[in-house]
């Protein structure tokens, strides 16, 4: 009695395992940002889970082919079936042995692309119902206030006493008009020193800035949190500063941070932080890297990511 071909004949001829997609060591994400940037904004990883499809689904489609052909071989050389037989069985059952292929196979493009990927560098700026601060010589026409102003939210922010930021500003020779509450709790809990925080200030020669940290993100941390956190601490030494992604100015990023500091993105009354990756090909906005012609070390070190 001829033998007949089935499916469990078929899946006894496949090795144990494929590698249907090769990565070479310069393969990687460095420049997707775009990309990346829209995995944080959908808080999700699916993005680049098809952008990868796309990228890599003909040549897993292309080895799966490579594949069959050999199987239909040796079906016809070491088991003795009829070509036409062979042909027909795998065009009936291509999806299903396609399957069992993909099943087996143990490539891992994605993975491999982000071991490759550079360190991320990022920008978390802080956002106020006052909308923003602007350049030093515009702020300094009406006088510096505390209450009420982006201003005063970034003192906040900071941890700075107010009132010793009005001494300070008043030694200086410039205005400050209202209240600057004494908050003696905060000594010794600033995240930046006073002297940095004056320099940065009067050195802001733009319009509608932003406090922002600067730092790096592991791509692989993002990853496997799934691009969704709540936090992010940004580590001691790492920098500061006034900076507009809609102008591409700002100060100098000065500000040396004096510990590490956690912030919350998920706004909270009415202050936030947006978390951002410096992107310096985005046709949307102005980067860090772009303005400043920094390279990627002016970030410092990678921040760590809280979900």
């Known amino acids: 009695m001829k033998k007949k071909l089935t499916m469990e004949l078929v899946k006894s001829l496949m090795d144990e395992s494929y ?12 420049g997707n940002r775009d990309l990346l940037q829209e995995c944080l904004d959908k808080r999700s990883p699916e993005p680049l889970w098809d952008k990868t499809e796309e990228w890599y689904g003909d040549s897993e489609w292309e080895a ?8 239909k071989e040796k079906c016809i050389l ?31 493009v994605l993975t491999e692309l982000i071991k490759h990927t ?31 102003s982006y201003f005063g939210d970034m003192v906040d922010a900071l941890k700075l006493n107010p009132a010793r930021v009005k001494k300070m500003l008043v030694e200086k020779g410039y205005t400050a008009h209202g209240r600057f509450p004494d908050r003696k709790s905060r000594y010794g809990k600033e995240q930046v020193s006073y002297e940095h925080f004056y320099q940065e200030l009067i050195n802001s020669c733009c319009g509608a800035n932003l406090l922002t940290y ?26 500061c500063g006034i900076f507009s992604f809609i102008y591409g100015g700002g100060s100098l990023f000065g500000m040396e941070l004096q510990q590490d500091v956690k912030l919350e993105l998920k706004p909270k009354g009415r202050y936030g932080f947006l978390f951002r990756l410096d992107n ?20 410092g070190e990678t921040l760590k990511i809280v979900s």
């Open 19 to 30: 590698t249907l997609v090769w990565t070479d060591c310069r393969d990687n994400l460095d």
């Open 64 to 71: 799966a082919k490579g594949i069959m052909e050999k199987l």
């Open 78 to 108: 070491f088991h003795d079936f009829d070509e036409e037989e062979v042909e027909s069985f795998f065009e009936e059952h291509d999806d299903e042995i396609r399957s069992e292929i993909y099943a087996r196979d143990d490539s891992d």
């Open 118 to 148: 550079d360190d991320i560098p990022v920008r978390v700026e802080m956002l106020s119902d006052y909308d923003c601060i602007n350049s030093n010589w515009f702020e300094s026409q009406g006088g510096y206030r505390y209450e009420e």
């Open 214 to 239: 600067i730092g790096k993100v592991s791509l692989k941390d993002l990853y496997d949190i799934g691009f969704s956190f709540k936090e992010v601490i940004i580590p001691k030494g790492n920098y």
């Open 280 to 299: 310096e090909k985005s046709e949307t906005e102005c980067s860090i890297q772009h303005v400043y012609g920094a390279c990627d070390s002016f970030f």
